[in-house]
């Protein structure tokens, strides 16, 4: 009879985080809910471009270039124990979207909280845009590998790390994770117009 209980015991517990953990990210990560449109997808592409511009020393410069330049604009994680993070922005070349993008990534761990966050993936040579955008599915670190720059007080990139093939940075972090890694993000091209 003991050992009902402390089964039951457990098991609602897992519920329980399971409850809250569904809850908590679907509050926060609304996936199917609202999809965005092009147009508010590149409007919050503005916005976290001009975030960059403020918050990383020498950004325009490296905008420039960049023969192509990926934004994804507050990106969302939440986590109790398992955490998901999803987010929706652009591929910008020569100043303009080309195709539109989400990413996903999952994780299990010692993690519970919310964040959000901006990612930029500058491209900067033409073989890995062209592979990036002839990919069904690019997975940060196993289609290509990504230097990255945490951009923290006064974030910088050096002139070694600026010169890599892909430059990411994770900046304007809000929240209680403030998890700035892309290990297992994935991005996926969007069909919007």
Same mark, same amino acid.
């Given at each position: 009879?003991?050992?009902?209980?402390?089964?039951?015991?457990?098991?609602?517990?897992?519920?329980?985080?399971?409850?809250?953990?569904?809850?908590?990210?679907?509050?926060?990560?609304?996936?199917?809910?609202?999809?965005?449109?092009?147009?508010?997808?590149?409007?919050?592409?503005?916005?976290? =471009?001009?975030?960059?511009?403020?918050?990383?020393?020498?950004?325009?410069? !490296?905008?420039?270039?960049?023969? $192509?330049? !990926?934004?994804?604009?507050?990106? +969302? +994680?939440?986590?109790?124990?398992?955490?998901?993070?999803?987010?929706? $922005?652009?591929?910008?070349?020569?100043?303009?979207?080309?195709?539109?993008?989400?990413?996903?990534?999952?994780?299990?761990?010692?993690?519970?909280?919310?964040?959000?966050?901006?990612? =930029?993936?500058?491209?900067?040579?033409?073989?890995? !845009?062209?592979?990036?955008?002839?990919?069904?599915?690019?997975?940060?670190?196993?289609?290509?590998?990504?230097?990255?720059?945490?951009? $923290?007080?006064?974030?910088?990139?050096?002139?070694?790390?600026?010169?890599?093939? =892909?430059?990411?940075?994770?900046?304007?972090?809000?929240?209680? =994770?403030?998890?700035?890694?892309?290990? $297992?993000?994935?991005?996926?091209?969007?069909?919007?117009?």
């Amino acid at each position: 009879m003991k050992a009902n209980l402390v089964k039951n015991s457990i098991k609602d517990q897992w519920l329980i985080r399971v409850f809250v953990m569904v809850t908590l990210f679907s509050l926060i990560v609304p996936i199917p809910l609202y999809a965005k449109t092009a147009k508010e997808i590149d409007a919050s592409v503005d916005a976290a =471009i001009e975030r960059f511009y403020k918050q990383v020393d020498d950004a325009k410069e !490296l905008v420039q270039k960049a023969k $192509g330049i !990926l934004v994804m604009p507050n990106v +969302k +994680k939440a986590a109790f124990i398992v955490g998901g993070e999803y987010g929706q $922005g652009a591929l910008r070349v020569g100043g303009k979207s080309v195709g539109y993008y989400n990413t996903v990534s999952g994780s299990v761990g010692l993690q519970i909280g919310a964040e959000a966050k901006d990612i =930029i993936l500058l491209f900067n040579t033409d073989e890995v !845009l062209n592979k990036f955008r002839s990919s069904k599915g690019w997975e940060a670190g196993v289609d290509g590998n990504v230097a990255l720059i945490t951009v $923290g007080a006064g974030g910088r990139a050096d002139t070694r790390t600026a010169k890599e093939a =892909i430059v990411g940075f994770v900046f304007d972090a809000k929240g209680l =994770i403030a998890d700035v890694s892309l290990k $297992g993000a994935k991005f996926t091209k969007l069909d919007k117009k």
